[in-house]
């Protein structure tokens, strides 16, 4: 049974940082490209950062400069170091596999094929 599952989350400051995990199991990862979403209240989901099996990563407008995505295969392990967090950062962080090797990352939801449940950030002012 494939699963990802997200651990990190919780309530901080706004100027903190904080490092979100992705935990996948039930399948080899290592050539999918891996990535974090989020959805905050009333809001549609949105593509935070990706990264692909050579490593090549992307990431939104939002977070660039802010954020970091790595991972460790021999691991199965994915993680989102977030700094400088805002207010409007406040979301539920969803960890998601698109299997396949690719050339380049997608912003897609759709292509993606596995999701875990989230995790709650919440970012005070």
């Known amino acids: 049974q494939v699963q990802l599952v997200e651990s990190g989350g919780g309530l901080v400051q706004a100027g903190d940082s904080l490092r979100l995990s992705c935990a996948a199991s039930?399948?080899?990862?290592?050539?999918?490209?891996m990535a974090w979403f989020r959805q905050a209240p009333g809001k549609e989901r949105e593509f935070v950062t990706a990264i692909i099996w050579s490593g090549i990563v992307g990431y939104a407008d939002s977070v660039k400069g802010r954020a970091t995505i790595s991972r460790d295969n021999a691991k199965n392990m994915v993680y989102l170091q977030m700094e400088s967090l805002k207010p409007e950062d406040t979301a539920v962080y969803y960890c998601?596999?698109?299997?396949?090797?690719?050339?380049?990352?997608?912003?897609?939801?759709?292509?993606?094929?596995?999701w875990g449940q989230g995790t709650q950030v919440t970012v005070s002012s």
């Open positions: 039930g399948r080899t990862f290592s050539s999918d490209t």
């Open positions: 998601a596999a698109r299997p396949g090797l690719a050339s380049k990352y997608s912003r897609r939801e759709s292509d993606y094929a596995y």
